[in-house]
């Protein structure tokens, strides 16, 4: 069985930092691209960021460039983000969802971690 | 960036309406299309990839068209584990681009 457990959700100052993982099982990890998806308290989806099977290239969306990075360590079969100089527009839940295999859509995510920007 | 534009934003129908949704793109994305449930509180759950094809487990009653700017969801008979909220997302060019969901209400 599929399954991504992500963590390091949590409360965090403006300006600061957090990192995410994601742990996954029940299937070949460093077969997969992986992505971040986020979901602002009662918003719609919006995709962060996406990372191939190898760990390269890496993809973000322009409103997360050059603050957040993507990584994955396919011998621990877990994916990172890294976040800084948080926004109070980060504030979502933040997903982590495996690609469909040679498309650009998600067929398995995790059940999401809280991340709250605020002072 | 490819704009998604849903229509409509919410509807309310009945168990065994048949309900359509849209979804438009700014600019041609031949099939690059799916379409996403999610209930409240939930992780959202791929229907359908490439604009017509039935994820695994996903009912029957479930189905997608189109192709270039302009696709569809259909629910042939509503059921009421269906009332939800559908989006739509593209999967043609980065930055991908969800619509802006439509809600799924009980008449």
């Known amino acids: 069985e599929v399954q991504l457990l992500e963590s390091g959700g949590g409360l965090v100052q403006p300006g600061g930092s957090l990192r995410l993982s994601c742990a996954a099982s029940g299937f070949s990890f460093s077969g997969y691209a992986m992505s971040w998806v986020r979901q602002a308290p009662g918003k719609g989806l919006e995709w962060v960021s996406s990372?191939?099977?190898?760990?390269?290239?890496?993809y973000y969306a322009d409103s997360v460039k050059g603050r957040f990075t993507i990584s994955r360590d396919n011998s621990k079969n877990t994916l990172y983000l890294q976040m800084n100089s948080l926004r109070a527009e980060d504030t979502a839940v933040y997903y982590c969802?495996?690609?469909?295999?040679?498309?650009?859509?998600?067929?398995?995510w995790g059940q999401g971690t809280l991340v709250t920007v605020s002072s | 960036d490819i704009q998604m534009t849903q229509s409509p934003s919410s509807l309310s129908a009945s168990v065994g309406d048949r309900v359509t949704i849209t979804c438009r793109a700014s600019?041609?994305?031949?099939?690059?299309l799916n379409w996403y449930q999610q209930k409240p509180g939930k992780a959202p759950k791929l229907l359908m990839y490439l604009t017509s094809s039935l994820q695994g487990g996903v009912p029957s009653r479930f189905s997608g068209s189109g192709s270039g700017t302009d696709f569809t969801l259909t629910i042939s008979s509503l059921q009421p584990e269906d009332f939800a909220t559908y989006y739509c997302?593209?999967?043609?060019?980065?930055?991908?681009?969800f619509g802006q969901g439509t809600r799924l209400e009980i008449k």
């Open positions: 969802a495996r690609h469909i295999s040679g498309d650009w859509g998600w067929d398995y």
């Open positions: 990372i191939r099977s190898s760990g390269a290239p890496t």
């Open positions: 997302q593209q999967s043609s060019s980065t930055p991908i681009t």
């Open positions: 600019q041609g994305i031949s099939s690059y």
